[in-house]
């Protein structure tokens, strides 16, 4: 299958008085792809032409996240991977399975129970969502806002994270993608694939999983706003 991977999507495009939601929203008007995944930080809340699953992450609303929880707003093609909930994808002769943790590291939340937070703290993951996770197997793409920690990935905690790294030395997804740190690193931890992404305004990513490859795609967005012009939402 093909599929691509956003990084995280924040503000504005440097140089252009365009949205990055926009300029992203463009890019997926032209995919010929399998599948289209995001890696938190949507921060803008649009409809797409085709679907796009994503996780969220610490700078995502959280009265937009209860609203997509509940089922009371519908945002068509936007769908939400709920922590360890594994979707499967079909294509002829290939299955391919997705799952990811939703929110960032942050030590003040961590060892709450997810019940007790309520709103406080939900852009943040805890230890009973981490738990949730290690009981999965046979996953080909996990998705996490924030990185392993001991691979290069720096900032330890932050961005580096061992709790992280206890679901990929548990879950041993095909492949871990990466967001929060806001630059591409690969790793690579016991037959594992692992990449942070850079942000979405600059770059995205097309996994070939039948080759094993990916390919970072560099994006003009003087190519695709010629008049400077952004889209309606």
Not at 139 to 161: K, M, N, Q, S, W
Not at 176 to 203: D, T
Request: hydrophobic residues 40%; contains cysteine.
């Amino acid at each position: 299958m093909r599929v691509v991977i956003f990084g995280d999507i924040h503000g504005y495009v440097p140089g252009f008085d365009i949205l990055t939601i926009d300029l992203v929203r463009r890019v997926v008007d032209l995919l010929e792809v399998d599948v289209i995944l995001q890696v938190g930080d949507m921060c803008s809340y649009n409809p797409f032409s085709k679907p796009v699953y994503w996780i969220y992450g610490n700078r995502d609303s959280i009265r937009m996240i209860n609203a997509l929880e509940k089922g009371t707003v519908d945002i068509k093609n936007l769908i939400h991977i709920r922590t360890g909930e594994v979707l499967t994808f079909l294509a002829p002769g290939e299955k391919l399975t997705v799952s990811g943790l939703n929110g960032a590291y942050e030590p003040i939340y961590y060892d709450y129970n997810r019940e007790e937070l309520g709103e406080e703290g939900l852009g943040c993951f805890t230890a009973s969502d981490v738990k949730k996770c290690l009981e999965l197997r046979n996953i080909d793409i996990f998705l996490v806002h924030g990185c392993p920690a001991g691979l290069g990935f720096g900032r330890e905690p932050d961005h580096g994270v061992p709790a992280i790294s206890q679901i990929l030395e548990e879950v041993r997804p095909r492949y871990m993608f990466c967001g929060h740190a806001h630059f591409f690193h690969k790793a690579e931890y016991k037959g594992c694939k692992v990449y942070s992404l850079e942000l979405a305004n600059r770059e995205y990513y097309v996994l070939d999983t039948a080759s094993d490859q990916l390919e970072v795609i560099g994006i003009n967005p003087g190519a695709l706003f010629p008049q400077g012009n952004t889209l309606s939402s």
